[in-house]
Every structure is written in C-alpha cells, then in structure tokens.
C-alpha cells in the first residue's frame, strides 16, 4: 500500500514533466513515419552552417533585449542583478515553451517575487501589459510581410507605420480610456482593467522604451524566422512574414502543446497559407518541413539562451573575485 500511494503520489508531482516528454516523443515518431528526421534535417545542409549559427546568434540575442525590458521596467528591484535577472528570463522562457497550455506564464510573477522582491500582484500586471505590447508588436513585424504583398506601395507603408506607433498615440490618453473601461465593460472584467492599470509604467519614456525594446525583439525574431522559411523554400515573401506569424502566435494561445510540437509548425503551416502560399500537396509538405525545421531552431535558441544564462554569472563572479 505505501509504496503503490508513492507511486501515486510521484505520478502527481510529476505528471506535468511526463506528459511533456510524452508529447514530444510521440510527435517524434510521428514525423519519423510521415517524411523520416534525415529528410527534415536534411534541409540544413543546403543551407549551410554559417546560416544556421547567424540564426542562431540573432535569436539569441534577442534574449538579451527581453532581459534588458525587464530590467528597465524594475529598475529599483534589479539594479545590479542584469545577470542573474536574464537567468530569471531564460527560465521563464524554457517553462513557456515546455509547459502545456500557457502553464509556463504563471513561473514570471513568482520568480520575480522570490529574486527580486516584486510583489505578485504587481508582477502579474506588468506581464500582462508587457504580453499586449508583445502582441501588438508581433503583428507589427509581420505586418512587413503584407506591406511586401502590396509591392511596397507608400499607402501601405504609412498604414503601417500608423499601426506600429498606435501605443504611443493612445498612452496620453490611457487614464479616460481606463475609466471609459471600468464604465462601459461588464464587471467581470474589471479586475483585468486593474491589472493593466498597474502594470502600465506611469511615465511616458519608460514606457515608449518597452515599447521600442519590444519592437526591436519582435522585429528581429520575426526577420529571422522569415529569413529561415525563405531559405527552406517557402514562398512568396509575404507568405515566410505569415508562417513566422502563425508560429509565434500559436505559442500565446491556450492551446499551445507541450514544447510546441505540432502546434507551432502548424501555426507556420497556417500563417504561411493565409500569407498567400501555395496550396497544392507539394507545397504543403514543403512547408511542413520548413515549419518543423523552424521549430527546432527556435528549440536549439531557447536551449543556448539557458544554457549562455547558467554560465554568465559564474564568469562575472570570477571576474570580480580576480579584481
């Protein structure tokens, strides 16, 4: 009995872990089945390995500009703790892409109360607000791809830039909006106007900076993924902006499965034909090559972010310990 309610009792605790892992390898094998992992991988060789550590490099170091957001949006609280707050990042990051269902967005709050003293409440706030701003820069970046589709006409570069700048122009005005909110939205709403209420910065240059920090991540990330697809072969160029699209937004939503397979390569898949790819069996399965390529190349990023974030600390502390 004590040792079937121990078995039990680890199958709980680590239920989370397994079903993960068992996702993953199920997805495994069944790429296996569909077009064989030498057929996928195949796709790297062609385009050569220089490419692949830019790639990498770049989505790398957009980890950096998360961490450096954070660290302007909690100045007080992290000052001097740029190391071990991008450590606190890359974390997050590791459970958001590992854990089912947005699981992973709950670790930020916690983890910035147990290092650096944010209070929960707060911290919630500010994710919540910073996930807006990265919604609304995310679309931005691709937007590119549409403004492409128009054969860069002037109209559809100005409507762009519109968009692009749409928080600055509406953060003058966030204080009658706000009320407007709380008037017109129902009650069960009101605890999310809050929360946006709080987490927004109250002055207008540190919020235009995580504003321009977001914009500069967002838009790096989404070249880079687009650049990918086009070299895997996805086409037009509006399409590779809309494949990049799709994967990062199936990311946010709820239905995002563990580690993101078969959700984000879909999300791409998806994008990708909205964007104007072709639809034809050969493209498709064109482009579920490409889209599962791009996936591990966002996995083998979010590894080498974790992995460069273990291993800065301890090289600045000895770098002090030397002085």
Known sequence: MADTAAKRGWLARNRTVLLTVGVILLYAGFVQWAWGWPSILAAWQEVGIGTI?????????????????????????????FLWLFRVTQVHNILNIMLPLRTGETS?????????????AHGTS????LRLLDLHALLAAAGVGLVAATGYRLWAWALWLVFLALPLVVFPVRDPAIALARK?????FARLVDQIEDGIPRGLGRFARAWALTVLNWGVKVLVLAWVL????????AACFGGALGGELSSVLPVHAPGGVGTYPAGIAA???????????ATLAALAKAGINTHL???????AGAAISLVLPHLSG?????K
Not at 53 to 79: G, M, S
Not at 126 to 129: E, N, W
Not at 184 to 188: D, S
């Open 53 to 81: 550590l830019l790639a990498l490099i770049l989505l790398v170091a957009t980890y950096f500009v998360r961490a450096h957001r954070i660290h302007d949006y909690f100045p007080r609280e992290t000052a001097g703790r």
């Open 108 to 120: 930020f709050p916690l983890l910035m109360r147990s290092e650096f003293g944010v209070p929960l």
């Open 126 to 129: 500010a994710l919540l607000v």
């Open 184 to 188: 017109r939205l129902p009650q069960k």
């Open 230 to 237: 086009a070299l895997m072969g996805v086409e037009p160029l």
């Open 271 to 281: 994008g990708a034909a909205v964007f104007g790819a072709g639809k034809d069996a």
């Open 297 to 303: 190349l966002v996995i083998v990023s979010a590894l």
């Open 318 to 322: 000895r770098a002090h310990g030397a």
